[in-house]
Each structure stands twice: as C-alpha cells, then as structure tokens.
C-alpha cells in the first residue's frame, strides 16, 4: 500500500507521515516513510535546485517508493505533489497491483507563517512570500490534483485525530 500526504508548507505533512508510520509499525506492519525533500537535499537541496533537477529527484523518489513496495513495505510519501505530473513522477514505478491512498492537507496561510516561525529546521520556508507561492499554487492547482481519499484541515484537526482517523480506515493487513 502507498499512501501520499501532500499539502503546502507546514500544513503537517512531514509530521503526520511520521505519526502514522508509528502507528501502523505498532500494529505490525513494515513501513517506509519517505520525503521528496530528503531526496533534494541528497542533490544539494532547495536553494540550487533547477527545474530540471527536481523533476530527477521527484522521480528518483518514485523509484525508492517502488522498490519498497516490491519489497513487501508499505510506503508512506510525503510532499508537494500538486500537479499531475508531479503525483505521476511519484507513482511511475510503483507495481500495478499497489493500493494507492492519497491524503491531502489544508492549513491557512496565516497559521503555516505561524508555524514555520517557530521551526528551528526550516530555512527556505520561513521565507513568507515562499509561502504565498506556495499556498497561491495549491490553490491554482486544486481542480487538477489527483483525487483524495481524505482531506483534513490541520487548522481544526489535531495530528492524533488524522492518524486516528487513518488508521482506522486503511486496509488492516500485514
């Protein structure tokens, strides 16, 4: 199983990912989390980063997501797959018989500058008009977006209630 969490800055993807991963470790399952942004930061990260090269790390994430798959591991992938390329580049290689789940998050502008101003580990993304980029493109890009199978607002939302609410849906085998 592959399950996506996209949302735009600090809307509780990278958080989320890592809480769910935990919760379905403790009921027995194997799971990866991965990050696009682990990816980038391999190839030197945001600030050098061309277009081009984005695009190669995108889909050297979907190769990793598809090789923990094959390997019996479920998947948890976290980042800004907004455009339809970009959620294709995620899935590209993943095997045909793989249950994809998809998570979309929503935040205010407002409370995502709030939150990242708080993070010691942001640097590009407490940049505020990164941010409005940001949320200006997820809400250019949302009739275009891959389907979700839940949305949740992390504004209303505590973390323990979208894992809660995940774990209690997502297929339970092992």
Request: no cysteine.
């Amino acid at each position: 199983m592959l399950v996506t969490i996209v949302g735009p800055i600090a809307s509780g993807k990278s958080t989320i990912a890592e809480e769910l991963g935990r919760a379905l470790r403790k009921r027995g399952r194997s799971v990866a989390v991965v990050d696009l942004d682990d990816v980038v930061e391999g190839v030197g990260g945001f600030s050098t980063l061309t277009a081009e090269r984005f695009r190669d790390a995108q889909l050297v994430l979907g190769d990793l997501v598809a090789s923990w798959l094959r390997r019996d591991v479920d998947v948890i992938a976290h980042g800004p797959f907004f455009h339809p390329e970009e959620d294709a580049a995620l899935v590209h290689a993943v095997p045909a018989e793989t249950t994809v789940r998809r998570v979309r998050l929503h935040t205010t502008y407002e409370v995502a500058l709030e939150r990242v101003s708080v993070d010691p580990a942001r640097a590009l993304s407490k940049n505020p008009a990164l941010v409005r980029l940001t949320y200006d493109r997820v809400a250019d890009l949302l009739p275009v977006m891959a389907p979700a199978d839940w949305e949740f607002d992390t504004t209303q939302t505590s973390v323990d209630q979208v894992v809660a609410t995940l774990v209690s849906e997502l297929p339970d085998t092992t």
